[in-house]
């Protein structure tokens, strides 16, 4: 058979994998076209990622076969599809964190002199691949040494290096800022002119509006819908997605919050934060908004003593910590659910039981033992408030989806029932069905008297969850916002504006 222009760029033609009991993916036949830019939508645990791994040689199917512009390939290794010209860009993150910034992005083909490693040709080569993404970054750096954001960038940018012909990015932007995601649009959308076809997983519906040609669902492992992008519409993709109308809601909170939890005075760290003063009071949901290098993740972390602040003092319940330290904000009772979760650790050969228990082992333990009873019925509470999808407690959580193993880290802390919460990115790659249901936890545990930080970028959330919100630049805070009282534009105005003075 000689391939056409006719031909689609990739044919799926019933593809199937399961795991065990569990049919993951279940007879998809699919055709992505040429430069066309293909979402995938679907609850956690759809069949998303699965699929991924499987056009990347990760993970062979058990029926179905695969067409690359009319040829029928064989993917038995990732080598195989990276020869084809596919390129697949992980959710969880792939890079080798001592190599530096060059070696990940070349990895594998380091250009060399002989049989010496060229390292002036390691470096430029790296630099010109980085410059559409990420300009500034050193090559030559570590990456361990870098923010989240900036790893997501390098595994991007080696991706898109590759010369493919087919791309797939399950879930890029979940770590990267405002700026970072413009900026890889702008390439995807480029990419695709030339003739590559993308394939685009996210949870961000916006995203997926503004960059999709045509967007594909997937619901239980079976494709149900693929429509045009100007075809459909929010209602709609969400009802194909979780099976029923979700009404896209953040609860009502009518809140009447109490005497001041959590107080910072003049907190300050040279070059990062400045004079930083706020409250938090009990039962009350206060947001922080802020760009990359706004300082939001800095105050963050001088709040728990991570990073270490010269100056100030942090106030918890009238009792003043001084400057914090991690065992006095812990003793205190903060508790803090980080943005960059999969670095916090789920313990992946662990069950799901284990690792819900994990944070509140000292709560649940008597006399030194753990009460099982206690911690099972923790771990089915939370499964089920979260819509955490799994066979059961007792499954290794490593076997879990991506976004449902976040529900997992999300359950562990909310467990804890700290005096004050301080909430970092709490919905990140965590389907609309169940963001919903974080929400609502929220709100009980402000109800019950938790004082509640939420830092986040994304907008709608902290507009429809918190009751004041602050804006962050340049280490100082820039404005204060009422609930209600103010739009989206207004917030990133003073995001922004506070940067620009
Ligand atoms: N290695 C594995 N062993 C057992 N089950 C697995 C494995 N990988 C995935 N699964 C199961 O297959 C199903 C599909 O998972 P997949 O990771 O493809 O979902 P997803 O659509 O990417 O979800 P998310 O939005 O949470 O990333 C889930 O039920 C998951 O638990
Ligand atoms: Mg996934």
Request: charge should be neutral.
């Amino acid at each position: 058979m000689t391939p056409s222009p006719d031909d689609p760029r990739l044919r799926l033609s019933g593809i199937a994998k399961a795991f065990g009991g569990i049919q993951a993916v279940r007879g998809v036949s699919l055709d992505v076209r040429r430069g066309e830019i293909l979402a995938l939508c679907g609850e956690n645990g759809a069949g998303k990622s699965t699929l991924a791994k499987i056009l990347a040689g990760e993970i062979a199917p058990d029926a179905g076969t695969i067409a690359l512009d009319g040829q029928p390939i064989h993917l038995p290794d990732p080598a195989s599809a990276h020869r084809m010209g596919i390129a697949v860009i992980y959710q969880e993150l792939n890079y080798v964190p001592t190599l530096t910034v060059a070696e990940n992005v070349l990895l594998g083909r380091l250009p060399h002199r002989g049989p010496i490693v060229d390292w002036d040709a390691v470096n430029r080569e790296a630099r010109a691949i980085l410059a559409p993404l990420a300009p500034h970054l050193d090559p030559r750096l570590p990456v361990a040494a870098l923010p989240v954001a900036e790893r997501q960038v390098v595994e991007i940018a080696r991706a898109l290096s590759l010369d493919a012909r087919v791309i797939v990015m399950d879930e890029p932007t979940a770590a990267l800022s405002q700026q970072e995601v413009h900026r890889l649009f702008a390439l995807v959308r480029h990419l695709a002119s030339t003739g590559v076809s993308v394939i685009y997983i996210s949870h961000r519906l916006d995203e997926v509006f503004s960059l999709a040609d045509r967007i594909a669902v997937l619901r239980d492992g079976a494709l149900v819908d693929v429509w045009a992008v100007n075809q459909t519409n929010r209602a709609e993709l969400v009802r194909a997605m979780v099976g029923r109308s979700v009404e896209e809601l953040y609860p009502r909170r009518e809140s009447t919050p109490g005497e001041p939890m959590l107080e910072v005075r003049d907190l300050s760290r040279v070059g990062k934060l400045v004079d930083v003063s706020f409250s938090v009071r009990t039962g009350e949901i206060v947001g922080v908004f802020g760009l990359l290098g706004s300082g939001a993740d800095v105050l963050v972390k001088a709040l728990f003593g991570a990073v270490r602040a010269d100056r100030g003092e942090v106030i918890v319940g009238g009792r003043s910590l001084g400057l914090p330290t991690p065992g006095r904000a812990r003793r205190a009772g903060i508790a803090l659910v980080p943005g960059e979760r999969k670095e916090e650790g789920l313990v992946l050969g662990m069950s799901v039981r284990e690792n819900l228990s994990l944070s509140t082992l000292s709560a649940i333990s008597e006399w030194g033992f753990i009460k099982q009873r206690t911690e099972r019925t923790h771990a089915v509470e939370m499964v089920r408030a979260l819509q955490v999808r799994t066979p059961g407690i007792e499954v290794p959580v490593g076997r879990l989806s991506g976004g449902n193993q976040q529900k997992v880290v999300l359950g562990r802390w909310l467990q804890a029932r700290p005096r004050v919460f301080v909430l970092e990115e709490p919905t990140r790659g965590i389907d609309v069905g169940a963001k919903v249901e974080v929400y609502r936890l929220m709100e009980n545990l402000a109800e019950e008297g938790a004082a509640i930080l939420l830092v986040s970028s994304e907008l709608p959330e902290i507009l429809s969850m918190s009751d004041r919100i602050l804006t962050i630049a340049d280490g100082r805070l820039t404005a204060e916002f009422r609930r209600g009282a103010v739009t989206q534009e207004e917030v990133l105005d003073s995001a922004i504006g506070g940067a620009a003075a």
